[in-house]
């Protein structure tokens, strides 16, 4: 199994601020990473696949990058409608999935 | 629009079965693979398991192989995630979600409380 770690667990962040969370792959996958947010309550959303794509309607203050083992998001000008915990995702072709454990973004 | 609506909450005993629907609308749902998600109470999110409607290929997370079975009825555009005997530890939240490599779009969510 491919083993996702991702750090930090939480972090507080003031509007504004430049928010960055990073994953890493147990094994090399390409650019198979996609990035979720998901409000209290409520279903997780995407917003970046493939490592880098911004998902249609998505606002452009979020962004993904990396390959191989290690993956960035980041956003770049934290807004109070952005506090919710963010997710990464790996998959390969054979249909196989793991989750990050997750990042509590809050206001500080 | 693309939709995925899936079947209200449920509350069940110990050892009782369960079978959850997804229901997918506004696209060709013989050519999307839907997904199974796992939430317990305050915790992330668990892949289960992925079908492919067109043919019902199926695949498992190791971590739920022989504890649910995923299927799909495709004249009527509906996944399934199903229990043959519920444990208190399959409290949670279970999502749908079409696709085989990013997830979109979500199901609402289906809440399962398993309790005696």
């Known amino acids: 199994d491919i083993q996702m770690t991702q750090s930090p667990s939480s972090l507080s962040a003031s509007v504004g601020d430049r928010v960055t969370i990073t994953c890493q792959a147990s094994q090399d996958i390409s650019n198979y990473v996609n990035w979720y947010q998901q409000k209290p309550g409520k279903a997780p959303k995407l917003l970046i696949y493939?490592?880098?794509n911004l998902q249609t309607g998505v606002p452009s203050r979020f962004s993904g990058s990396g390959s191989g083992t290690d993956f960035t998001f980041t956003i770049s000008s934290l807004q109070a409608e952005d506090i919710a915990t963010y997710y990464c995702q790996q998959y390969d072709n054979l249909r196989l999935f793991t989750f990050g454990p997750g990042t509590k973004v809050d206001m500080k | 629009e693309v939709e995925l609506v899936q079947s209200g909450a449920e509350v069940k005993k110990p050892g009782e079965s369960l079978k959850i629907s997804c229901k997918g609308s506004?696209?060709?749902?013989?050519?999307?693979?839907i997904g199974w998600v796992r939430q317990m109470p305050g915790k992330g999110l668990e892949w289960m398991g992925i079908i492919y409607p067109g043919d019902s290929d199926t695949r498992y997370s190791p971590s739920f192989q022989g504890q649910v079975t995923i299927s799909a009825d495709k004249s009527i555009n509906t996944a399934y995630l199903q229990w043959s005997s519920l444990k208190a530890s399959d409290t949670a939240m279970y999502y749908c979600?079409?696709?085989?490599?990013?997830?979109?779009?979500w199901g609402q969510g289906t809440l399962v409380t398993v309790s005696s």
């Open positions: 493939d490592a880098s």
């Open positions: 979600a079409r696709g085989a490599g990013p997830f979109d779009p």
């Open positions: 506004g696209y060709s749902f013989t050519s999307y693979w």
